[in-house]
């Protein structure tokens, strides 16, 4: 397993690090770090003594660069990883997904700063960035782990169960883990109040069908890595998938990788979900 790791000088960046360690058991981490200089690429640098002062801080910012590196490289485990350092020039977002692009790690880790959805818009984030546009499955950590021992993962639909019942599969965790699997079936909302009479009937079969779905996946999963249970529940998804991840170490739910206008309409539950789970929000992505 190829884990990719974003790092910056902040205490979260050097406890996504060590939470590496009780997650799983890579071959090799790629630590990524981006020195940002866009701030400081000012036309008024163009003299040659502003410019002289700016090739020291540049060179400066990338000697700081190579100090974490050494740094967070050390909080990993040694000789059974074989440990990668990227520092580039760019901003964080960018030099992040041109690490992954170039280099297809299984999964890119990466903390997350709390901002809520209005900020986000106005600031950017970049962990959203890279949620949105990273090819491979994505570990926004919330919080530090030092244990994993119950997840949830929330199953959307049919769609999303086979690769998220492979990745499980293809990755276990260092250590077994107990699984809530569960399905949540959206209460829609009255039309003018206007009654639909076919309502119960698409009610009654939609939760037969996430029971059996459920059900299907904890069979599955059920084994020596993981210890199975599932749940079918009813409410809005991303708000009752992080009320049920209020006790437990991580959620695992999958992305249908919407762009453009599909996702501005429809919305995401995943990334829904990195903003109103209390805990690590692993997505796990379709590769295409």
């Given at each position: 397993m190829r884990i990719a790791v974003a790092v910056d000088w902040s205490d979260q960046a050097f406890d996504t690090v060590r939470s590496i360690a009780h997650l799983y058991q890579p071959q090799e981490v790629i630590l990524i770090?981006?020195?940002?200089?866009?701030?400081?690429?000012?036309?008024?640098?163009?003299?040659?003594?502003?410019?002289?002062?700016?090739?020291?801080?540049?060179?400066?910012?990338l000697d700081a660069g190579h100090k974490l590196l050494d740094q967070t490289s050390a909080l990993?485990?040694?000789?059974?990883?074989?440990?990668?350092?990227?520092?580039?020039?760019?901003?964080?977002a960018a030099v992040i997904l041109d690490v992954i692009h170039s280099a297809h790690p299984d999964l890119i880790v990466i903390g997350s700063r709390g901002r809520n959805r209005l900020t986000e818009m106005t600031l950017g984030s970049v962990s959203h960035q890279v949620l949105l546009h990273a090819g491979c499955s994505t570990l926004v950590m919330k919080q530090p782990i030092t244990a994993v021992r119950r997840v949830v993962v929330a199953l959307e639909g049919s769609d999303d169960v086979t690769y998220v019942q492979d990745w499980l599969a293809a990755y276990p965790f260092k250590q077994p883990v107990e699984l809530s699997i569960i399905c949540v079936v959206p209460v829609p909302?009255?039309?003018?109040?206007?009654?639909?009479?076919?309502?119960?009937?698409?009610e009654k079969g939609t939760i037969e069908a996430a029971q059996h779905l459920v059900k299907d996946v904890a069979a599955l999963l059920q084994g020596e890595h993981y210890v199975t249970m599932g749940r079918v529940l009813r409410g809005h998804p991303a708000e009752t998938i992080a009320r049920e991840a209020g006790p437990k170490d991580l959620i695992v739910v999958g992305s249908h990788a919407r762009h453009g206008l599909q996702r501005f309409l429809l919305g995401s539950v995943s990334h829904a979900i990195t903003h109103r789970a209390p805990c690590p929000v692993l997505v796990v992505r379709k590769r295409i």
């Open positions: 770090h981006a020195v940002d200089l866009h701030p400081f690429e000012n036309p008024l640098l163009a003299p040659p003594v502003a410019k002289q002062a700016f090739e020291e801080f540049r060179q400066a910012m990993l485990p040694t000789g059974t990883i074989t440990i990668t350092r990227r520092l580039e020039i760019g901003q964080p909302q009255p039309v003018d109040a206007v009654p639909i009479p076919a309502f119960d009937v698409w």
